[in-house]
């Protein structure tokens, strides 16, 4: 079984910024694709930013140019750095992990539990 530890959530001011980490353990072969999920107060949980074990990004229009997505595929833990917030940020992010455990396997999707990102004055 895989876990998923996200850490750096919180309140933080309009225009500051806030970083977030997601490590993976348990029995992974593989990771293809990490990526951040946020979902706000009566909308749809919606993609933030993904990034392949090549290094590959994808953003959301949204938070493109402010938000950058990393990964240290050693350590198995996923970074959204997340600058000039607004408060149209604000939701609960989730981690999300597209692993193999096995290479004769498909592969399985881990959600990390959630932390919470205020931006509020």
């Known amino acids: 079984q895989v876990q998923l530890v996200e850490s750096g959530g919180g309140l933080v001011q309009p225009g500051g910024s806030l970083g977030l980490s997601c490590a993976a353990s348990?029995?992974?072969?593989?990771?293809?694709?990490m990526g951040w999920y946020r979902q706000a107060p009566g909308k749809q949980r919606e993609l933030v930013a993904t990034?392949?074990?090549?290094?590959?990004?994808t953003y959301a229009d949204s938070v493109k140019g402010r938000f950058t997505i990393s990964r240290d595929n050693a350590k198995k833990t996923a970074y959204l750095q997340m600058n000039r917030l607004t408060v149209e940020d604000t939701a609960v992010y989730y981690c999300?992990?597209?692993?193999?455990?096995?290479?004769?396997?498909?592969?399985?999707?881990?959600w990390g539990q959630g932390t919470q990102v205020t931006v509020s004055s």
């Open positions: 990034i392949t074990l090549s290094g590959s990004t």
């Open positions: 348990g029995n992974i072969f593989s990771i293809y694709s």
């Open positions: 999300n992990v597209d692993y193999i455990i096995s290479p004769i396997r498909e592969s399985l999707i881990a």
